[in-house]
């Protein structure tokens, strides 16, 4: 079965600051993707980031950028240029990769890091 | 803003009722997948619906049963209710099983 764990419960950092959230995450699959996605107070969650598997290159969007150890299990979060909006829980999340005809695409999700960004 | 729906946005029940969640899933999208999150956790997946049939199941007892409709709308229905289903019950579409998937707001229920 696959894990999904995040050391860091709770963060904080200054605006314009850059900090790194962690994840860890256990599995034998060789196909899957891994998520960053954000969860205000609004609840509503948001897609941040996504990664293959299959890809050695590191995922970037705008302010945020993974580091991807495949071979250590490691998949980190860096958000540069903290803003006050980038304040909120944020999940790390695995989705296995099977055979096209029996493949099921549940998210396991890690317990989340409370992300707060100080002015 | 997703595009994903979720009614009602609150909901009070006591113990041993039955209660219905609904989702609207984003245009264009066959794939619905229901998640229980319990305040201070993760969420934990429930069930996924594909194509009007369930494409998997968490460990979730089976009076957590679902529908999805021939519109790819959805249903969650939970029977004899405890107070340990008190959370936030979040659904998610995507144009297919493995792909991307755009939550709804949650709907936040209460067990008392």
């Known amino acids: 079965a696959q894990t999904v764990t995040q050391s860091q419960p709770e963060m904080s950092v200054q605006e314009a600051e850059t900090v790194t959230l962690s994840c860890t995450y256990d599995t034998s699959e060789n196909n899957y993707y891994l998520f960053w996605y954000k969860q205000p107070p609004s609840r509503q969650m948001i897609l941040v980031i996504r990664q293959e598997a299959y890809k050695q290159q590191n995922a970037t969007e705008n302010r945020f950028s993974v580091n991807f150890q495949k071979a250590a299990k490691s998949f980190s979060l860096k958000i540069s240029d903290s803003q006050l909006g980038d304040t909120a829980m944020y999940f790390c999340?695995?989705?296995?990769?099977?055979?096209?005809?029996?493949?099921?695409?549940?998210?396991?999700f890690g317990k989340g890091t409370k992300l707060s960004v100080k002015p | 803003e997703t595009g994903v729906t979720q009614s009602p946005t609150h909901l009070i029940k006591t113990r041993g009722q039955q209660v219905t969640l609904r989702c609207s899933s984003q245009?264009?999208?066959?794939?619905v997948s229901w998640y229980q999150q319990a305040l201070g956790q993760g969420p934990q997946f429930i069930f996924q619906y594909y194509r009007e049939e369930e494409n998997g199941r968490g460990n979730f007892p089976p009076r957590f049963s679902g529908l999805q409709f021939p519109n790819y709308s959805s249903e969650l229905n939970v029977n004899a209710l405890e107070l340990d289903d008190s959370a936030l019950y979040l659904c998610?579409?995507?144009?297919?099983?493995?792909?991307?998937?755009?939550f709804g707001p949650g709907t936040r229920l209460t067990v008392l």
């Open positions: 998610a579409s995507s144009s297919d099983r493995r792909d991307e998937q755009f």
């Open positions: 999340a695995f989705m296995k990769l099977m055979n096209y005809g029996g493949s099921q695409g549940n998210l396991i």
């Open positions: 245009s264009g999208h066959n794939t």
